[in-house]
């Protein structure tokens, strides 16, 4: 009878979670500048942020290894200052996630910050609000949909990656090997069943989080 290892869907569940706090806590205030600047620089920076939806994963997880590798110029500082590794590790998967799964936490906030302009900032800061009052009592509540796609994608996207983690972490069971990289050794091994109830966790998973997704933003755009 089939068990399931829990391990590789813990790891993984592991990797959204701190993928998505992270890129909450730095694409908040990229999106908002992107919404507002003017520099000349800003389709470049645009072109940064969504150079993972055009490229192969797989090309993206190269580059992060070279660059996280012990003779890389980020792997080589962290090992000065550390002691240890990047590539191959839970940290090198976290920073390669963070990387790939940037558009889907940028866009989403861009967007909503767009739609909402700054006119609402400006007659709260004639209010007197300030700054922090601003952020938590006007821009949270106007962009509160943004955030909610931004989370939603962003941690979806980060349980089914493949091409990258596989470059950067391998498949070290208990480190690195997460629920997609399971899946693809199962079929590798031939090990059919394994592989369809992996599988079927994460249609299953998907789907209910499309499906929540359009039913929350739903209801708050109808507020």
Same mark, same amino acid.
């Given at each position: 009878?089939?068990?399931?290892?829990?391990?590789?869907?813990?790891? !993984?569940?592991?990797?959204? !979670?701190?993928?998505?706090?992270? +890129?909450?806590? *730095?694409?908040?205030?990229?999106?908002?500048?992107?919404?507002?600047?003017?520099?000349?620089?800003?389709?470049?920076?645009?072109?940064?942020?969504?150079?993972?939806?055009?490229?192969?994963?797989?090309?993206?997880? =190269?580059?992060?290894? #070279?660059?996280?590798?012990?003779?890389?110029?980020?792997?080589?500082?962290?090992?000065?200052?550390?002691?240890?590794?990047?590539?191959? $590790?839970?940290?090198? +998967? #976290?920073?390669?996630? *963070?990387? =790939?799964?940037?558009?889907?936490?940028?866009?989403?906030?861009?967007?909503?910050?767009?739609?909402?302009?700054?006119?609402?900032?400006?007659?709260?800061?004639?209010?007197?609000?300030?700054?922090?009052?601003?952020?938590?009592?006007?821009?949270?509540?106007?962009?509160?949909?943004?955030?909610?796609? &931004?989370?939603?994608?962003?941690?979806?996207?980060?349980?089914?990656?493949?091409? #990258? *983690?596989?470059?950067?972490?391998?498949?070290?069971?208990?480190?690195?090997?997460?629920?997609?990289? &399971?899946?693809?050794?199962?079929?590798?091994?031939?090990?059919?069943?394994?592989?369809?109830?992996?599988?079927?966790?994460?249609?299953?998973?998907?789907?209910? $989080?499309?499906?929540?997704?359009?039913?929350?933003?739903?209801?708050?755009?109808?507020?």
């Amino acid at each position: 009878m089939f068990e399931i290892n829990w391990v590789p869907i813990w790891l !993984t569940l592991q990797l959204a !979670t701190i993928t998505t706090i992270i +890129l909450l806590i *730095v694409s908040t205030p990229l999106a908002w500048w992107l919404a507002n600047t003017k520099c000349w620089c800003k389709s470049i920076i645009e072109a940064l942020v969504s150079l993972p939806l055009v490229i192969p994963p797989t090309v993206l997880g =190269f580059y992060l290894l #070279v660059i996280l590798g012990s003779q890389g110029i980020v792997g080589e500082l962290w090992q000065s200052l550390t002691g240890g590794h990047l590539a191959f $590790t839970f940290t090198g +998967l #976290v920073i390669g996630s *963070v990387i =790939f799964s940037l558009p889907f936490a940028v866009h989403p906030l861009q967007n909503s910050f767009n739609a909402m302009g700054i006119r609402p900032l400006e007659v709260a800061a004639t209010l007197r609000a300030s700054p922090l009052d601003r952020f938590f009592t006007v821009i949270l509540p106007l962009a509160r949909p943004g955030f909610l796609t &931004a989370i939603t994608l962003t941690f979806s996207h980060t349980v089914g990656e493949f091409g #990258v *983690v596989l470059m950067i972490g391998g498949s070290i069971p208990a480190k690195t090997q997460v629920l997609s990289i &399971a899946i693809y050794e199962h079929v590798e091994m031939a090990d059919f069943q394994s592989a369809h109830i992996l599988s079927g966790f994460m249609l299953l998973f998907s789907f209910i $989080t499309l499906v929540l997704l359009y039913s929350i933003n739903k209801r708050l755009y109808q507020i």
